[in-house]
C-alpha cells in the first residue's frame, strides 16, 4: 500500500522560502510519478499539479514556474518542493500525491492532471503573509 506524508509547511513573509518534503512508503519514487498540489482557502483543490516529477523530467504550472522546484531523492524514496519568492496567493494546503502506475519513462509519461493520480497525503499548510 502506497503511503505519502508530507511535512515542512509553515509561515512565512512574502519573497520567503519554505522547502516540502513528501515521505514514500510502497512504491519506489523512481518507479512514480508524484505531483503536488494545492487548495487555496474556500476554494477546491486545483485540478493541475503545480509541480510533477516523473523519469521523464518535471513540469510546472506557469503560476509557480521560475519559482519553485521540485526534485526527488531514491536514498530516502522521498520528493522536495523547494518554493522560492513566496507570495500571499501562494497560501494553500500543499498536497503530494503519487501515480504508481506510470514512471515517466518505459514508454509511459507523467500527467499534471488530478484524476491520474491515486494516493495522496494529507497535506501541509503553507500561509504567506504580505
Known amino acids: 500500500q502506497v503511503r505519502l506524508l508530507e511535512s515542512g509547511g509553515g509561515s512565512v513573509q512574502a519573497g520567503g522560502s519554505l522547502r516540502l518534503s513528501c515521505t514514500i512508503s510502497?512504491?519506489?519514487?523512481?518507479?512514480?510519478?508524484m505531483g503536488w498540489f494545492r487548495q487555496t482557502p474556500g476554494k477546491e483543490r486545483e485540478e493541475f499539479a503545480i509541480a510533477m516529477i516523473g523519469n521523464d523530467g518535471t513540469d510546472y504550472a506557469d503560476s509557480v514556474k521560475d519559482r519553485f522546484t521540485v526534485s526527488r531523492d531514491i536514498a530516502h524514496n522521498a520528493v522536495y518542493l523547494q518554493m522560492n519568492s513566496l507570495k500571499p496567493e501562494d497560501t494553500a494546503i500543499y498536497s503530494c500525491?503519487?501515480?504508481?502506475?506510470?514512471?515517466?519513462?518505459?514508454?509511459?509519461?507523467?500527467?499534471?492532471?488530478?484524476?491520474?493520480?491515486?494516493?495522496w497525503g494529507q497535506g501541509t499548510q503553507v500561509s504567506v503573509s504580505s
Open positions: 500525491a503519487a501515480d504508481s502506475r506510470r514512471t515517466g519513462g518505459d514508454g509511459t509519461s507523467c500527467y499534471r492532471r488530478d484524476f491520474m493520480y491515486s494516493t
Open positions: 510502497g512504491v519506489r519514487v523512481n518507479a512514480a510519478c
